[in-house]
């Protein structure tokens, strides 16, 4: 009778068929792309960053400042890209018609504008990058100024870190002062416009603030932002179609966001009309920390305060003068902020 062998296999009788594919194994280092070209984002449209390259290096190898049309790298992940953005860009950098480049590298923001849908949607929009000063525009009458907007976008700028500006229009429809002393308690800065023969009237003021800044202007339909627009960048005319960012000539809709460049120097970021602004992703210590006169008296707090009950140290802190003497009307904004960030009121 025939014996049988038993065998043994190991690693080397392991056949494998090659594949078209190759066996090389994937890696997770990325390219360092040391040769992008630095842009700012100055559009967003349907996935496509219009981005301006070499506006602080005239005369470049592509024939100075020009608008480049760029995609976001897969590399990028989820990372959006926003007006404002300083980005590095490969591929055809050039700007001619018909060529496209890649967003590869996104440069770290120094500051972030947000807002949500509304105060329970826990999605954050980022509505701006790198921007230094939030305008807020707002029409002294037709339509009534909304101070609770108004209110909600200065906490959306003292949490990003920027320095918030009120601009009232349509000053000739009613004395300003009597909107102005709403916020008179905040301290808060603001310029006034009115309507005349001649123009726009208060404009001087307006440049003043804005120059050598990057500035977003926002605030609901119907308040005049468009015609201040179309003042401060000549034939923007933002009303009715494409602006060239480098220029400022042209025409674009407004209900598209574009960063425009200021004849004098600076950026002013021009934004659709909003309805509200949600801020569900603000933490009410932030707010505390953006008014720094207060926030040395929340050591004496009660943990969990709520700063706006009988036990909150705030009150002491204040009474005490240590908040100087401004102290209680500052103590009284900062309460009606948190009240805001509540959504007590509505808008």
């Known amino acids: 009778m025939r014996e049988e062998r038993r065998v043994r296999y190991d690693e080397d009788d392991v056949r494998v068929r090659p594949t078209r594919r190759g066996s090389r194994p994937r890696t997770k280092e990325r390219p360092r792309h040391g040769d992008a070209v630095a842009a700012m984002v100055v559009a967003v449209d349907r996935g496509r960053c219009t981005c301006l390259v070499g506006a602080d290096a005239p005369g470049d190898a592509d024939g100075g400042p020009h608008l480049v049309t760029a995609m976001r790298a897969r590399e990028l992940g989820r990372t959006g890209v926003v007006v404002g953005d300083r980005v590095g860009l490969v591929g055809d950098t050039s ?16 500051t972030v504008l947000r807002r949500t849908a509304d105060d329970t949607d826990p ?56 909107v102005l002393s709403t916020w008179a308690p905040l ?39 468009s015609t201040l627009v179309n003042a401060l960048v000549p ?48 933490d009410p210590e932030a707010v505390l920390h953006a008014f720094p006169d207060l926030a040395g008296g929340e050591d004496g707090c009660p943990r ?17 003068g240590r908040a100087g003497a401004a102290g209680p009307a500052r103590l009284t904004s900062f309460r009606r902020l948190l009240t805001v960030l509540r959504g007590e009121g509505g808008d």
């Open 95 to 110: 700007g001619r018609p018909d060529t496209l480049a890649r967003v590869v590298r996104i440069e770290e923001r120094r």
């Open 123 to 178: 999605v954050e929009r980022v509505v701006v990058a790198n921007a230094d000063q939030l305008v807020v525009v707002a029409a002294v009458a037709d339509p009534e100024p909304r101070s609770r907007l108004v209110d909600r976008c200065l906490v959306a700028a003292y949490v990003a870190g920027m320095t918030p500006l009120l601009c009232l229009t349509k000053g000739d429809l009613r004395p300003a002062e009597e």
């Open 187 to 225: 301290g808060l800065e603001a310029v006034v416009t009115s309507r005349g023969p001649d123009g726009l009237r208060g404009l001087d003021d307006v440049r003043a603030r804005l120059h050598g800044r990057t500035s977003v202007l926002v605030g609901h339909s119907g308040v005049g932002k």
């Open 235 to 282: 034939q923007a005319d933002r009303a009715t179609g494409h602006v060239n960012a480098v220029t400022g000539r042209g025409r674009h809709t407004s209900t598209s966001m574009a960063a425009l460049a200021l004849p004098d120097g600076g950026w002013v970021v021009d934004t659709p009309g909003i309805r509200s602004f949600g801020l569900a992703h603000v």
């Open 304 to 320: 969990g305060c709520t700063h706006d009950e009988p036990e909150c140290a705030l009150d002491d802190w204040v009474a005490q």
